[in-house]
């Protein structure tokens, strides 16, 4: 059982190159998200997923795509890397709060650490 | 939308108690957690808080109340393996979609010998 997994987990890209970020869970949860982390401004919410085929927007969306096209997997694209998008960049998955009275809390991937020139 | 906040750094020492305050100004509430973030890891599931009152789960215990918008973390009997992030972290209202969290900026603790 290997829970949340993000793939890479390191990666230098050039201003203007654009990439993908894997994120995979196995524990068959309803909802993902995708997290930047910068220091002193906590985990920031960029995009989340209700399900299959269903995104959202979350706080910071801008410069960021997502699909989720099968249940188990969450990507997020940079179409056009910019300086301002280094950061650690956390998947995390959860069951419905109301699956399970509430106490359902969201699973971390151990991050993919994006630096761009 | 939710604001959230906690002290940026506390120090304690090896056996001691820390308490970690978090307060919260939130349009909905539908529970509160912490979790625990070592430096270069994910973070990881501590506690959950949705009903006022204390929740002990071994060294670790949180306390809500929402009426004051507050919650505190307190580990007991520290171990140099607690030093770490504590993030807290408020869940959105009952019924929104996704059940967001907004999360605090963190509070590294360092447990000294």
């Known amino acids: 059982n290997a829970g949340v997994t993000q793939t890479p987990k390191f990666r230098v890209l050039k201003t203007g190159q654009s990439m993908t970020l894997l994120c995979a869970q196995d524990?068959?949860?309803?909802?993902m998200y995708w997290y930047r982390q910068d220091p002193g401004m906590g985990l920031r919410l960029i995009h989340y997923?209700?399900?299959?085929?269903?995104?959202a927007k979350g706080e910071v969306p801008d410069g960021y795509n997502v699909s989720r096209l099968k249940k188990q997997n969450f990507l997020l694209g940079l179409e056009s890397a910019a300086p301002s998008q280094t950061s650690v960049y956390f998947c995390?998955?959860?069951?419905?709060?109301?699956?399970?009275?509430?106490?359902?809390?969201?699973?971390f991937g151990d991050g993919t650490r994006l630096s761009i020139l | 939308g939710q604001n959230i906040d906690q002290p940026t750094e506390m120090t304690a020492t090896e056996g001691a108690i820390v308490q970690i305050n978090c307060t919260y100004q939130?349009?909905?509430?539908?529970?509160l957690f912490w979790y625990q973030q070592h430096a270069g890891e994910a973070p990881t599931f501590l506690s959950y808080?949705?009903?006022?009152g204390l929740e002990e789960k071994g060294r670790f215990s949180s306390f809500l109340s929402r009426s004051k918008g507050y919650s505190y973390l307190l580990l007991k009997e520290l171990q140099m393996k607690d030093s770490a992030s504590y993030l807290c972290?408020?869940?959105?209202?009952?019924?929104?979609?996704?059940?967001?969290?907004?999360f605090g900026g963190g509070t590294r603790v360092l447990v000294k010998p």
């Open positions: 939130t349009s909905g509430f539908n529970g």
């Open positions: 997923s209700v399900g299959e085929g269903t995104t």
């Open positions: 995390a998955s959860s069951f419905p709060a109301f699956a399970g009275g509430g106490n359902q809390p969201q699973h």
């Open positions: 808080n949705v009903l006022d």
């Open positions: 524990m068959n949860h309803e909802y």
């Open positions: 972290a408020v869940r959105d209202r009952n019924g929104a979609a996704g059940n967001k969290l907004t």
